[in-house]
């Protein structure tokens, strides 16, 4: 039985560098040849583990139904066995599924199911990945007191425990919900914060980029009209240096944005092309669950 275990590790590794070869077809049939050895000896720890990653390609592949069909039975074994921080997880991934087809309600359920489980044991990191994807979905849904609520305690935990990257981009989102409730300057002021970590984490010109834009409309909005000016040429150059001619083009336009408005009072709204600078693993990736030592 140790054998096969340890085969079916191997074989369910082998699928996760086939993912990262984009070989999608490739990784499904490791993964299920490693579920058929997994079955044979009973191993549900793993099973639940290549469950759960299987969902995650059908995800990426647009197959929110066979994703969810995987979800479903690797949470039903981890809640069977008593894995309750891993089921979480799995809670986790369905709330993401449930948001991107458009099932608010449910999310929301599965996402607080998630996070008393990890409250109650005091998980942080995951505490705070659960409540920044509430905090998003709260944003889609235009619930922008709430959104502010579970964005700032993600963010006191990622200020207190990292990484850097995270907490830039929750500032963002936050500055989010304050600029669609008119509060533009604290929004302003969360995008400070953010460039601050961005330059820290190091990170590409296209988000750096993405976060001058969003600074310099809502420095137009206040009436700054020295620092939107200066922040649009950043936004330009930083967009150039990332070959990203479109985001280049919008941000020369930026000024005469600004001056078609001059004088119109409105609700602040951060630009589209700023919200979507981050990388995709910062919206809403099916969390992976690695087949842990315990089951080899």
């Given at each position: 039985?140790?054998?096969?275990?340890?085969q079916a590790?191997?074989?369910?590794?082998?699928a996760g560098?086939?993912?990262?070869r984009?070989?999608?077809?490739?990784?499904?049939q490791?993964?299920?040849q490693?579920?058929?050895l997994?079955?044979?000896?009973?191993?549900?720890?793993?099973?639940?583990?290549?469950?759960?990653?299987?969902a995650?390609?059908?995800?990426d592949?647009?197959?929110?139904d066979?994703?969810?069909?995987?979800?479903?039975?690797a949470?039903?074994?981890?809640r069977?066995?008593?894995?309750?921080?891993v089921?979480?997880?799995?809670?986790?991934?369905?709330?993401?599924?449930a948001?991107?087809?458009?099932?608010?309600?449910?999310a929301?359920?599965?996402?607080r199911?998630?996070?008393?489980?990890?409250?109650?044991?005091e998980?942080?990191?995951?505490?705070?990945?659960?409540?920044?994807?509430?905090?998003?979905?709260?944003?889609?849904?235009?619930?922008?007191?709430?959104?502010?609520?579970?964005?700032r305690?993600?963010l006191?935990?990622?200020?207190?425990?990292?990484p850097?990257?995270d907490?830039f981009a929750?500032?963002?989102e936050?500055?989010?919900?304050?600029?669609?409730?008119?509060?533009l300057?604290?929004?302003?002021?969360?995008?400070?914060?953010?460039?601050?970590?961005a330059d820290?984490?190091?990170?590409g010109?296209?988000?750096?980029?993405?976060?001058?834009?969003?600074?310099?409309?809502?420095?137009?909005?206040?009436?700054?009209?020295?620092?939107?000016?200066?922040?649009?040429?950043?936004a330009?150059l930083?967009?150039h240096?990332?070959?990203d001619?479109?985001?280049?083009?919008?941000?020369q336009e930026?000024?005469?944005?600004?001056?078609?408005?001059?004088?119109?009072t409105?609700r602040?709204a951060?630009?589209?092309?700023?919200?979507?600078?981050?990388?995709?693993r910062?919206?809403?990736?099916a969390?992976?669950?690695?087949?842990?030592?315990?089951a080899?």
């Amino acid at each position: 039985m140790g054998d096969i275990r340890v085969q079916a590790n191997a074989i369910a590794e082998l699928a996760g560098v086939s993912e990262t070869r984009d070989d999608i077809a490739g990784a499904r049939q490791y993964y299920a040849q490693a579920i058929a050895l997994r079955t044979r000896i009973g191993d549900s720890r793993g099973l639940a583990s290549d469950y759960n990653n299987l969902a995650g390609l059908a995800q990426d592949a647009g197959d929110f139904d066979g994703a969810r069909q995987q979800l479903e039975a690797a949470l039903a074994i981890n809640r069977r066995d008593g894995r309750a921080d891993v089921a979480a997880t799995n809670l986790v991934n369905l709330a993401g599924l449930a948001s991107l087809t458009g099932d608010f309600a449910r999310a929301v359920s599965l996402y607080r199911e998630a996070l008393a489980t990890w409250r109650e044991r005091e998980q942080w990191a995951d505490m705070a990945d659960a409540l920044r994807g509430l905090g998003e979905l709260e944003l889609r849904r235009g619930d922008y007191p709430a959104a502010r609520t579970d964005l700032r305690e993600a963010l006191d935990i990622y200020d207190r425990t990292g990484p850097a990257a995270d907490a830039f981009a929750v500032r963002q989102e936050m500055a989010g919900a304050l600029a669609a409730q008119g509060e533009l300057q604290g929004a302003l002021d969360e995008l400070r914060q953010a460039q601050h970590l961005a330059d820290s984490a190091r990170v590409g010109a296209g988000v750096q980029a993405g976060i001058a834009l969003a600074r310099a409309d809502l420095a137009a909005q206040l009436n700054t009209r020295p620092e939107s000016e200066r922040l649009y040429a950043s936004a330009e150059l930083l967009y150039h240096r990332a070959g990203d001619r479109a985001g280049e083009a919008e941000a020369q336009e930026g000024p005469g944005r600004a001056a078609a408005r001059t004088g119109q009072t409105r609700r602040g709204a951060l630009p589209a092309r700023s919200r979507a600078a981050y990388p995709a693993r910062y919206r809403e990736p099916a969390r992976r669950v690695a087949d842990p030592a315990g089951a080899r």
